[in-house]
């Protein structure tokens, strides 16, 4: 029985490796979150408790109930970001299709209610809106903030840039 070998292309010089080399030289915490977004992939949806009665706004860590957390939560957001603007830390988007320069920096904030971050490898700019952040971490040991959010930063390649895919968490379904 002949083993297989599976080959991956790179896109910018066109070389091919085999896929086995690759994952052996990602870092585990690629590896980790790749095999996270597979497994929720198999799992059956069924229906969860409901959304708790008191939940942490990701700006200023208080705990607030959902309702008084809706008013709240942009502006409380929109004002931390700023602040860690001012120390020009590199910034970290979660969860995100893996590549070798992952860092942007939060560029400016076009409306009340988004923020531009702009890709540093690049210089290609992705908006979010304030509501899809979820978490922000800053760690003063490397310098950076870890920014989790509501859906995904994934690579189109159609497109050849960065774009952001909102999750419908917090979003009355759609009825046709």
Sequence with gaps: ????????????CSA??????????????VLIAETARRRGRRQTPHAGPGRPPVVRCPGCDTE???????D??????????????????YV???????????????RDFPTDEEVRFEKLSSDQHLSIELRKIAEITP???????Y??????VRWEETKREWQFAPARVGRPPVTV
């Design 1 to 12: 029985m002949k083993p297989q070998q599976f080959f991956y292309r790179c896109p910018q």
């Design 16 to 29: 091919q490796t085999n896929e086995i080399l690759v994952a052996t030289q990602l870092h585990d915490d």
């Design 64 to 70: 607030m109930p959902s309702a008084e957390l809706r």
């Design 72 to 89: 709240h939560r942009v502006d409380c957001v929109r004002e931390r970001l700023k602040q860690l603007q001012r120390k020009g830390w």
């Design 92 to 106: 970290r988007l979660f969860p995100k299709d893996p590549d070798p320069y992952p860092n942007f920096a939060i």
């Design 139 to 145: 760690r003063s040991s490397d310098q950076l903030i």
């Design 147 to 152: 920014i989790r959010v509501l859906g995904k």
